[in-house]
């Protein structure tokens, strides 16, 4: 909901706030002060076209600002949040700059945005219908959107089953164009992942085979240098046999051992010296025993020694093309079976795929059948119901039609082409609503369709300009009251000339210009009731101090009051 708008520098407007409410809100005032000015910033500031000529003579910029309420978990917020704005507590402000030069910027939560980006939020926000201005339900795809959610809860469920239908179909349809389309491409992955695993399979690696052939490598090359180093080392432990003096340490050790053990009971301490010796006795003839039992284990091996560098070999080239270890490569093998397993299956997947498909193509020509169906049912329900509204509008004679024809492309919403048509006259062929009507006309029969469609197109926000054009009397009286109903689920805005339709309005803002003929922001007031009398006497009778017309004033608020209230 919009809840206050700033204008700078447009038309004839100098700096003008207007403080907007919920329901229906009237902005009058003299010919020429600025009312529709309302319309062009508003429309500027949802994205409408920059024309330069609208800036104030004199300025360098027209600067139109909003404040709107929206909600923080809702689809704008959402919007907002893509494009890299932020709301304030719900808040959220647009601003829009046009330049004399022709130059256009806008601001979308406190950052800068295309101008588009605004348009684009408009549509969740806003209605504007103007008189150059009509845009929202003159679009096909929204025409479709809003008779959808007129139909009902009949059709919206038709419409999920074939929009589940429809979503499943593209899924499937693109999966048998990826399978089809890189068939060959399929097939040669398909070549070098059975070559990579018969490579593998053939070579057997083990999970950390690598390290422990590099250990029996070093092993094998140093033979004679292990064996002699661990005969070397045990001699000297335990004696050489072919020695004519032995000078071993495990001789030696003994005779200290021997030293100790006659004395030992003397001393404490040199018991603890003496227990010493015995532990490093017995560690030293264990080390004696495993030297001499590795030196004799220990042979040179030629044979050995070469296929254990052909093994390592091939587990290098392996390494090099399916991973860094022969863990890696295993792990790369697993995923290739699996991968290949996929590969293989394709041909029986393509005849899964195109059962599928077929089904789904039945599944969705049986249900856009009964959405177009449905659809014709409730345009023809909406036509008959705005055409009524228009008899009420002073257009007796125009007829408003839907029509809904089936195209031969399936989309996510089915295949029909909805479009609004009006004929102005009997007998005259009807034709899209811009073309069907005048700018004052068409204004007033987006009215009635708005009213028609109100709960279903969840706008919150609806302006009209010159929607009382070329009317009174009693149609006015209508009009004022179609615009009071649909201030029950929306905000409205209405620039009007008519004092019976303002008397319909719950907030009524009037633009006065200054002596100076500029429109200040003490220009655009809010009026109380006695006000409100003033000003709707000034519209009926030219006059604000007459008698009169102040009668006739108070006589319709009180109308319009009692007409409220009985709606």
């Known amino acids: 909901m919009l809840e206050e708008v700033r204008i700078r520098g447009l038309g004839v407007i100098d700096d003008a706030v207007l403080e907007l409410s919920p329901g229906f809100t009237a902005v009058t005032g003299e010919t020429g002060a600025g009312k529709t000015m309302v319309v062009t910033g508003l429309g500027l500031l949802f994205g409408g076209r ?5 800036v104030r003579p004199g300025a360098d910029r027209a600067v139109v600002e909003g404040r709107l309420a929206v909600a923080e978990d809702g689809r704008v917020a959402e919007r907002v949040a893509e494009g890299g704005g932020e709301l ?8 829009r700059t046009v330049s004399a030069e022709g130059r256009s910027r806008a601001t979308m939560g406190g950052r800068s945005a295309p101008v588009s980006l605004l348009a684009y939020l408009a549509d969740d926000l806003v209605a504007v219908h103007g008189q150059s201005d009509q845009q929202r339900l003159l679009r096909t795809d929204r025409q479709r959107s809003s008779l ?22 593209r899924e499937v349809a693109d999966e048998l164009a990826e399978i089809t389309e890189r068939a060959r491409e399929r097939a040669q992955e398909a070549d070098l992942l059975r070559f990579g695993l018969e490579e593998i399979n053939a070579a057997e690696p083990l999970p950390g085979e690598e390290a422990e052939l590099l250990a029996e490598e070093t092993r094998l090359a140093h033979a004679d240098s292990l064996r002699i180093a661990a005969t070397t080392a ?6 050489d046999p072919a020695a004519e003096v032995q000078a071993d340490v495990v001789g030696l050790l003994a005779a200290a051992r021997q030293a100790l053990g006659a004395v030992r009971e003397h001393d404490a301490d040199l018991a603890s010296v003496a227990d010493r010796l015995d532990e490093v006795s017995y560690t030293l003839g264990d080390a004696a025993t495993e030297l001499a039992s590795y030196a004799e284990s220990v042979e040179a091996d030629p044979a050995r020694l070469a296929a254990v560098q052909e093994r390592r070999a091939l587990l290098g080239q392996l390494c090099r093309k399916y991973g860094e270890t022969a863990d890696d490569v295993l792990a790369w093998a697993r995923d290739a079976a699996k991968r290949l397993a996929d590969l293989d299956g394709d041909d029986d997947r393509l005849e899964e795929l195109r059962a599928e498909e077929a089904e789904l193509a039945g599944q969705m020509e049986e249900l856009a059948t009964e959405l177009t169906g449905l659809r014709r049912g409730a345009a023809e329900r909406f036509g008959t119901a705005v055409t009524e509204e228009l008899t009420a509008l002073a257009m007796p004679h125009a007829r408003v039609e839907v029509r809904v024809e089936p195209g031969e492309e399936f989309g ?18 009807a034709l899209p609503l811009n073309k069907g009507a005048s700018g004052g006309e068409l204004s007033r029969v987006m009215l009635a369709i708005e009213v028609v469609f109100a709960g279903a197109d969840p706008v919150p926000t609806f302006v009209f300009d010159e929607v009382d054009a070329g009317v009174g009397g009693k149609a006015a009286v209508e009009i004022g009251r179609r615009l009071a109903r649909l201030a029950r689920r929306a905000q409205v805005i209405v620039v009007t000339h008519l004092p019976q339709v303002a008397a319909f309005a719950d907030n009524h803002l009037v633009v006065r210009k200054s002596s100076e003929g500029t429109v200040t922001e003490s220009g655009v007031s809010r009026l109380d009731t006695a006000a409100r009398a003033r000003e709707l006497s000034r519209m009926l009778a030219g006059m604000e101090d007459s008698e009169l017309g102040r009668a006739h004033a108070e006589e319709l608020l009180e109308m319009a009051e009692k007409a409220r209230s009985e709606s």
């Open 148 to 169: 959808d959610r007129y139909a009902g809860p009949e059709l919206a469920r038709a419409l999920a089953s074939y929009t589940a239908a429809y979503r499943r179909h």
């Open 412 to 429: 996510p919403n089915g295949r029909d082409e909805v479009e609004l048509l009006m004929a102005p006259h009997p007998g005259s062929p």
């Open 50 to 54: 920059a024309d330069p000529q609208r």
């Open 88 to 95: 304030d507590e719900g808040v959220l402000i647009l601003n």
């Open 234 to 239: 045990n001699q000297a432990l335990t004696g």
